[in-house]
């Protein structure tokens, strides 16, 4: 089907004389025609940026959305923006089949164009570009027939994915028989699932999943809730905390607790792969779908990065993007729940602790994949008060001493503070949580507890 986009592309730039770029909805390249000539400002950054990474950046396409092009039915002209890096102008060709968009046919305009009647305030269009908005027709109709059998292979795997045991023999029966059928998989081929999380749903008319090597088919499940945000960084460590329903050893109750985090949703993209072990093409797939615009979070609030704020400056840290998780490859499609899981607890450790992400596998997350295996539950009562946002750094502090096996040169040279500040710290540590860190197991405690309080 690549080629069929090509050849209609190549259509286009013929039609018209100028280099063409077919995007889908998410601004992600899809095909684009040869350039020819010596003028690099012609082959501006924009159209270098999307050819050679696949996907214009986000300021881009927000600037040509403002002209109106995810509403338009015609063609339209988009003017030269030097300041962005957009030398010349452009001619947008709406790809759309039954009045939803798709896409769209970039033409670049190196002057030639300029006096093109496009078809505007009731003027007929010319005859070159009626031709070619036919032509995107036809690309609108090819989007829409692949976007119709990726949502059905979606159907089937997330039907594959929530099944309970019972259920799974005959829904990944289902599933190989529908693969087989697309003629995009052959039975006992190497697979595996790539999660990305959180994703955007709320876009019911998104674009279809762009066609990478491998990519077999995706769904948007639920990623489950985990223990609740812990302490924003930056907080003033003197501001006493809020402790409602302290008992003894400064131990919280549990109304003084923060409740668990609402489930999220994941996109789960299932992957052939080459050969067994060989996870190129899944990582290949996650690096694509964590540059859509629908894979990405809010601001981080409530949490606490591993570095923390700079010099206690008390500046909020900056919203943190989507992870991806790669699951343990399997021949078998029975397999795959147990995949899904693994790919699954795999993105949220990289979303919770920067170092292993944005992408990493579920066996490179360490102590994560037993923190991600238990359930959703509110943080140890021990730790409570730690959590609250006045004790960021020393909930920052904590983690990075039990990081360092309890060293205390290491611990202050990563934190940057003397070594007296780092005692009185641990001090203060101790008696909000009545834990002793001299003891092995109230360690252990209180490291797990800190990191599962991440997810």
Same mark, same amino acid.
């Given at each position: 089907?690549?080629?069929?986009?090509?050849?209609?592309?190549?259509?286009?730039?013929?039609? $018209?004389?100028?280099?063409?770029?077919? !995007?889908?909805?998410?601004?992600?390249?899809?095909?684009?025609?040869?350039?020819?000539?010596?003028?690099?400002?012609?082959?501006?950054?924009?159209?270098?940026?999307?050819? $050679?990474?696949?996907?214009? /950046?986000?300021?881009?396409?927000?600037?040509?959305?403002?002209?109106?092009?995810?509403?338009?039915?015609?063609?339209?002209?988009?003017?030269?923006?030097?300041?962005?890096?957009?030398?010349?102008?452009?001619?947008?060709?709406?790809?759309?089949?039954?009045?939803?968009?798709?896409?769209?046919?970039?033409?670049?305009?190196?002057?030639?164009?300029?006096?093109?009647?496009?078809? /505007?305030?009731?003027?007929?269009?010319?005859?070159?570009?009626?031709?070619?908005?036919?032509?995107?027709?036809?690309?609108?109709?090819?989007?829409?027939?692949?976007?119709?059998?990726?949502? !059905?292979?979606?159907?089937?795997?997330?039907?594959?994915?929530?099944?309970?045991?019972?259920?799974?023999?005959?829904?990944?029966?289902?599933?190989?028989?529908?693969?087989?059928?697309?003629?995009?998989?052959? *039975?006992?081929?190497?697979?595996?699932?790539?999660?990305?999380?959180?994703?955007?749903?709320?876009?019911?008319?998104?674009?279809?999943?762009?066609?990478?090597?491998?990519?077999?088919?995706?769904?948007?499940?639920?990623?489950?809730?985990?223990?609740?945000?812990?302490?924003?960084?930056?907080?003033?460590?003197?501001?006493?905390?809020?402790?409602?329903?302290?008992?003894?050893?400064?131990?919280?109750?549990?109304?003084?607790?923060?409740?668990?985090?609402?489930?999220?949703?994941? $996109?789960?993209?299932?992957?052939?792969?080459?050969?067994?072990?060989?996870?190129?093409?899944?990582?290949?797939?996650?690096?694509?779908?964590?540059?859509?615009?629908?894979?990405?979070?809010?601001?981080?609030?409530?949490?606490?990065?591993?570095?923390?704020?700079?010099?206690?400056?008390?500046? *909020? *840290?900056?919203?943190?993007?989507?992870?991806?998780?790669?699951?343990?490859?399997?021949?078998?499609?029975?397999?795959?729940?147990?995949?899904?899981?693994?790919?699954?607890?795999?993105?949220?450790?990289?979303?919770?602790?920067?170092?292993?992400?944005?992408?990493?596998?579920?066996?490179?997350?360490?102590?994560?994949?037993?923190?991600?295996?238990?359930?959703?539950?509110?943080?140890?009562?021990?730790?409570?008060?730690?959590?609250?946002?006045?004790?960021?750094?020393?909930?920052?502090?904590?983690?990075?001493?039990?990081?360092?096996?309890?060293?205390?040169?290491?611990?202050?040279?990563?934190?940057?503070?003397?070594?007296?500040?780092?005692?009185?710290?641990?001090?203060?540590? !101790?008696?909000?949580?009545?834990?002793?860190?001299?003891?092995?197991?109230?360690?252990?405690?209180?490291?797990?507890?800190?990191?599962?309080?991440?997810?």
């Amino acid at each position: 089907m690549r080629g069929d986009y090509q050849q209609l592309v190549d259509e286009i730039s013929a039609a $018209l004389g100028a280099p063409a770029t077919l !995007e889908d909805r998410d601004f992600g390249l899809i095909a684009f025609g040869a350039h020819e000539g010596d003028d690099d400002e012609v082959m501006d950054p924009v159209r270098t940026r999307s050819i $050679l990474q696949r996907r214009s /950046s986000a300021a881009v396409r927000a600037w040509f959305e403002a002209f109106g092009i995810a509403r338009a039915k015609t063609a339209l002209r988009i003017p030269p923006d030097p300041a962005a890096g957009v030398f010349k102008g452009r001619i947008c060709l709406p790809v759309r089949h039954r009045g939803i968009v798709h896409g769209y046919v970039w033409l670049l305009d190196d002057g030639h164009l300029t006096d093109l009647e496009l078809g /505007s305030r009731g003027a007929p269009p010319d005859p070159r570009i009626a031709q070619a908005m036919e032509t995107a027709a036809r690309i609108g109709a090819l989007l829409a027939d692949e976007a119709r059998a990726g949502s !059905e292979l979606g159907d089937l795997l997330r039907e594959l994915l929530v099944a309970q045991p019972d259920g799974q023999p005959a829904a990944a029966a289902a599933l190989r028989d529908a693969l087989r059928d697309s003629l995009r998989f052959a *039975p006992g081929a190497p697979l595996t699932l790539v999660a990305v999380v959180p994703w955007d749903t709320s876009d019911t008319d998104a674009a279809p999943l762009p066609s990478l090597p491998g990519l077999l088919a995706a769904c948007a499940l639920p990623a489950g809730g985990g223990p609740a945000d812990g302490p924003a960084a930056g907080a003033d460590e003197t501001e006493p905390a809020a402790r409602p329903g302290s008992g003894r050893n400064g131990r919280a109750g549990s109304a003084g607790l923060p409740q668990a985090a609402a489930p999220v949703p994941a $996109l789960a993209a299932l992957v052939r792969l080459r050969a067994s072990g060989a996870s190129a093409p899944a990582h290949t797939v996650a690096e694509h779908l964590l540059r859509s615009p629908r894979a990405s979070a809010g601001p981080a609030e409530g949490r606490a990065p591993r570095g923390g704020t700079r010099g206690g400056s008390g500046h *909020p *840290p900056p919203p943190r993007p989507g992870a991806a998780g790669i699951g343990g490859g399997t021949r078998e499609l029975t397999d795959l729940p147990a995949t899904w899981r693994e790919a699954l607890d795999a993105a949220r450790a990289a979303h919770a602790e920067p170092r292993l992400g944005p992408i990493t596998q579920w066996d490179a997350i360490g102590p994560y994949r037993m923190l991600t295996a238990l359930p959703g539950t509110a943080p140890d009562p021990a730790i409570g008060p730690l959590l609250a946002p006045a004790h960021a750094e020393l909930a920052r502090t904590a983690e990075v001493f039990l990081d360092c096996a309890g060293q205390a040169s290491r611990t202050a040279h990563a934190l940057g503070i003397h070594r007296q500040t780092l005692y009185y710290r641990l001090g203060r540590v !101790e008696k909000l949580t009545g834990l002793d860190l001299d003891d092995g197991e109230h360690r252990l405690l209180l490291h797990m507890a800190l990191k599962a309080a991440r997810l």
